[in-house]
């Protein structure tokens, strides 16, 4: 992928802090201080686009259930098909616990 690269020492500080939370209360104080309201559901709206589109909803059903737009259900549905399998790997832990 071209474009900016990722793994900084900021992003793997980033990453560290996250890996510290032990449970839900632990992160909603982390990531309402670290993110805007905004920014917090955008991640959470991606990340139920991705699980509607795995469970093969069509991009009519998801931007109606989500609110998503059709450029952000079309940008996940790239990362589900050409990414680096993050959202499978999650899913699949998910699945499991």
């Known amino acids: 992928m071209m474009g900016k690269e990722i793994r900084t020492e900021a992003v793997e500080q980033l990453f560290d802090a996250v890996l510290t939370l032990k449970d ?3 992160c909603y104080q982390f990531f309402e201080d670290l993110c805007t309201v905004n920014e917090l559901l955008s991640l959470a709206q991606r990340l139920q686009v991705a699980k509607m589109l795995r469970e093969d909803h069509t991009y009519l059903e998801v931007a109606e ?3 998503a737009s059709t450029a ?3 940008r996940v549905n790239r990362s589900l098909n050409y990414g680096n399998d993050g959202y499978d790997l999650v899913f699949s832990k998910m699945k499991a616990e």
């Open 72 to 74: 952000t259900i079309s």
């Open 24 to 26: 839900k209360n632990e």
């Open 65 to 67: 259930k989500t609110g």
